[in-house]
């Protein structure tokens, strides 16, 4: 080929590549840019590791933990610091060191993570969407800031099962199961908004069912039924109220939601996803609570 005739070629593609990003904002998005999104939106993971204090995130602190997630007797849960600091983050963890920790619950020094980290869940986190969190949390501040240690007074599992493998997230057109990818592995709404059994196993046949307490400066919180339902759980709210209540906190009559929920974080999700997230509960068999 001519170096005249390569040249065209490579034109082409260049601009057919430029035309398809540009009709899929998605597929534009680089890596890092998606580990952002899902990090500090739909995963929400500032949520659980960004300290607060009473007018919300401590400045300067983003994902340098130290904050006490659960103290639930029979155990304290304290957010570790996720920043890239060296001595006091996990700045000194390899890739893959951070992808396991977050996707099979298996720190470096072979230690498993305890609860409320989802693993059970984060497991079915995509190949591509784990290497982008991982490529993004490189990215942000280091922030020196060392964290007490959690305490667990029950049995932790050895694992969380066999090693992960390979996964490959459901494709984007099928809006129900690429929603349950979301609001199970990427955003674990299912692990609160499921009733669990002695022990810590969800109910899985009473999944967005509801009903776990979750104790705060706020008082206590019950998990909603999510369910379509119409009396207990969605079935009866229309698309834009439950839309509402995921991105503001506001629920159907007007009522301010308390946390856990990530509101600040779920403002932003894409409108894809949340149509995907919404398509996901309305296919959840009711479940009267
Ligand atoms: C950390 C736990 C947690 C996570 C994660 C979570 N939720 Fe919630 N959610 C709650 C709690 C607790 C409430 C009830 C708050 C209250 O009543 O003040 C709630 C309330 C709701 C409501 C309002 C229902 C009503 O009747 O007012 C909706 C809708 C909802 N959640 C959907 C979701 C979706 C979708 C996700 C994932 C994107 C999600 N939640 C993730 C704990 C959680």
Redesign the pocket.
Known sequence: MTRQAWMRLRRGVLSLAIGWATMFGAAAQTPLERGRYLVET?A?CG??HTPKGPNGPLPGKALAGNWVVEDVPPFRAVAPNITPDRTTGIGGWTDVQIARAIREGIRPDGSVIGP?M?IGLYRGLADDDLAAMVAYLRSVPAVAQVAEKSTYRIPLPTAYGPPVGQVAAPSRSDAVAYGAY??GPV???????TPMFEGGRRDTTKVGA?G???AGP?GS??????TSSRTS??GA?TDAE?ER??RT?V???G????????FAQ?RD?SAADMMA??AY?RSLPPVER
Do not use: K, T
């Open positions: 739909i929400a949520n659980r409320p989802p979301l609001a955003a674990h709404c299912i692990e609160c908004h509801g776990q307490a979750f706020w919180a019950v998990a909603a039924n999510i759980g969605l709210w439950i209540a995921i906190g629920s159907r009559d009522r301010r939601l308390h946390p856990p929920m990530a779920y999700i997230l919404i509960l």
